[in-house]
């Protein structure tokens, strides 16, 4: 664990303490089990942007996304009759397509990360409104998929299967960034390009690579999120989605200029923004502040970690000058 | 400029402390109006911070500076311009988008009428006389992206004796300029001392030093290493001063066992020059020397062999197999390398560490199943340090921690692991100090003594002709001809240069 990821934990638990004390009810069975089912779902699309983040890049079209195959899976289903292991991967292989438009605009046409997915959020909002002729995608009454339930909303000794999918896919990620060659690649592509082609590293498969994960871990949550809901109106569901999964790779120390950050610290950004959702619930402050809540412990979070960083060189700066004076009496001087 | 106007300029006992290094320990520097000062050190000895405390970027921890024989307890950048200090950095930084005259008097522009707009004409007329005085054949309207690196340094002079300078400071002018550009601004520096302007100059072409240097100072270690007069100014004493020991033997080709042809290029066009056929063969053992004029194509050669850009025509060859066009991995695969011409942008990842950065092409040769053996990783990574005498004593810690001439020899060490057939090295020396340039040429000789093709990209003629078996010289994207050892003068290779 980095120095980073610790201080942020340190952060989540004082602020769960803070909101035990105020009401106690947080740490119900109940409220931990729905923040945890949150977490999950959260938790799932933010480590997708984390994997885009580190090579220098965004997406943008997170919230869109999970929309637009939110509604085809249930639309599959509920009006085509197609089962939904198909309908699932219907989605999945949807979500390939996506990833894989997305990096070869970016890499062959060369056109920027922002403007590829800004028009993604734009398009696939906009065919997801088209495709349900702007109504609601929801299964008809008495709909029984017992398996399907199960798997996505369903709880093994107490614990939601989204906080599963979660767990495992954080810890397929963790290896997958930190420890394997792949991984390499990707903190040197967002590094810096240009001397990762020099070492032989073929920057492109990289980074398509990279935006492919992303959509396809997005898909997967956009199974979660519809059987979450139920039903999907699309133009409301999945809205900003894509910054909360920047908010929460941010807040793990992933920079935007890409090449750095680490997956415990998505695992903790994640729990830290829904445990501030839940704070805003639990206090009592007007829902409308929620946003307000977020930003403003982001931008706290930011500054006090790019101060701890100042003062740390600082200190490491007075060490080495008081070794000096202890050393050089004497100093060699010219001639 | 009268003799009271010229500086007189003093540090005293300067210490500067970074979080990971001591930069500067009690140097002392002085320089007056109308003299040359050459400023030596290989690099990481404190010449750049030097220069910062000078231009008041940087507050020194300990010391004290003094101005016409007042002492400037904190000299800030605007008080260090009021006093006629300037600067020309290394690394120019022109605004392409701008014209000449418009960088020149960045910051400073004229303005006529209500409204304040920039007024060009008036702009241009006070910038032209500068330009003449310095000999430029370029104009104030021209736009900076059009000018040469020579002119760009010319401008970036320009720009400093618009601000009435009574000490500037060059730093490493001559580091891109061709013999020629060279020349031309020695007599620029010669006729600035004959106005009174001190000059502080910094440079490791000790041949440029000699020649136009009054008096030099050495750093080493951050420390005054001592100084030298008029009549004390050779090649030797100054190596001596930077290193502290003598060189010996500081050019020695390979032991010429030549083997196999290894590359062979026929009919290579690149998309630079297009309509220029390049056939160059590299034999096993032995180092050859691409000479040239800047922008004489070598640079697009050495991407075009390592597949950076896709070849526009023709074929390469690595013992006597083609080599797929335009991709690197494959061009790896074929067993070219390449230390590239720029280590900063194209050969290091700055905030990785040294293992990170040495491992990065080989990072499959340990890896299982894809997953990284970390512990192999940092055995591999300090055998190379210590096989190329890396001056670092982390192996995680970041490269920009390094000195120049570490950081090269950390982009030398990346293709190790992979024992290359043909290593093709983009200015290998450039920019670094004495003491590693002996080592890069150590380890080219043991590359070629131990069976490798390599290929060398200079401008530096004296490397060129100390350290290649053959000398190939290339002039407008072709081979304008090979010398072989014994025709090796600076001589035949400008006369193939130019033509």
Redesign the interface.
Known sequence: MHKKDIGLAVLVLAVGAIVTLVNPRFISPINLANTANLIGLFGLFSIAEAFVIVTAGIELSIGSVIALLGVIFIDLIASHGVPWPVAFAIVLTLSVVIGLLHGWLITRLQLQPFVVTLCGLLIYRGIARFYTRDGTAGFSFGTDLPMLEHLFVGRTAGVPHSVIAFAVFATLAW?LLH????G??L??VG??E?????????TKRVIVTAYVLCTFLTGISAVFFAMYTKSVQPSSHGNFYELYAIAAAVLGGFSLRG??GSIIGVVLGVVLLQVLQNLVNLLGIPSSLNFAVMGAVILVGVIADTQFHAYR??R??LT??AA?AET?EA????? | MSAADRISLDLVGI?K??????AL??V?LGIRGGEVVGLIGENGAGKSTLMKVLGGAIAP?EGEIVIDGRSVPHLTPAAALAHGIAFVHQELNPFANLDVAGNVLLGREIRRGPFGFIDQAEMARRVRPLLDMLGARFQPTTPASRLSLADQQLMEIAKALSTNVRLLILDEPTSSLTLSETQRLLAVVRRLRADGVAILFITHRLAEVEEVADRV??LRDG?????LGKGGINRDAMVRLMIGRDVAQFYTPPETRLGEIVLRTRGLRTRANPNTAVDLEVRSGEIVGLAGLVGAGRTELARAL?G?DPVHGGQVEINGQPVPSGS??A??AAGIC?V?EDRK????????SLA?NVM??S??TI?TA???NRGAELDRAGHFRSRLAIRARQLDRPVSELSGGNQQKVVLA?WLGLNPKLIILDEPTRGIDVGAKAEVYRLMRDLAEGGAAVLMISSDMEEVIGVSTRVAVMRRGAIAGVLSRKDLTEETILRLAVG
Do not use: W
């Open positions: 290896f420890r394997t060659v792949f390499r690649h903190l040197a590094k810096n240009e001397a990762a082609r020099y070492s032989g590293i073929d090449g750095e060189q600082r490491r700066q080495v000058r000096l050089s100093p060699p001087v010219g001639l | 210490t402390v970074y979080p990971s290094a001591v320990n009690r002392s921890d100072v050495g420390c005054n290493a001592g100084e390592f950076i690197v991995p061009a790896i390449l590239p942008s194209e050969g290091l990842f700055l905030d990785f990170q990065m092409p990072l499959a890896a894809g997953f990284v990346k």
